[in-house]
């Protein structure tokens, strides 16, 4: 069974930093792009991050680039999101998902002074 079962968020003040982690399982992790996408409250679903199957290459939303960064550990079958400088427009439910079809529960990140 394929499982996806993201960690690490909170609330924090604007400026701040968070490191999401996707925790992964029934599934040959190392050959699958991982995404990470993220939903504000009463909003679309936002794409925000791809990472290559190797973690040598990761693409960003224009919203984020600069601050985020992903990576991935094949080894533990984990892929994180750092996020540093974070704004009150960054809070939403963030989620780990790869092959159009599979997603976690999603980690809520929230930023207010």
């Known amino acids: 069974e394929v499982q996806l079962e993201e960690s690490g968020g909170g609330l924090v003040q604007p400026g701040s930093s968070l490191r999401l982690s996707c925790a992964a399982s029934?599934?040959?992790?190392?050959?699958?792009?991982m995404n990470w996408n993220r939903q504000a409250p009463g909003k679309g679903l936002e794409w925000v991050s791809t990472?290559?199957?190797?973690?040598?290459?990761?693409n960003y939303a224009d919203s984020v680039k600069g601050r985020f960064t992903m990576s991935r550990d094949n080894a533990a079958n984990r892929v994180y999101l750092q996020m540093s400088n974070l704004n009150p427009e960054d809070t939403a439910v963030y989620y780990c998902?790869?092959?159009?079809?599979?997603w976690g529960q999603g980690t809520q990140v929230t930023v207010s002074s």
């Open positions: 998902n790869f092959a159009s079809r599979y």
């Open positions: 029934g599934f040959d992790f190392s050959i699958f792009p």
């Open positions: 990472i290559n199957a190797l973690g040598t290459f990761a």
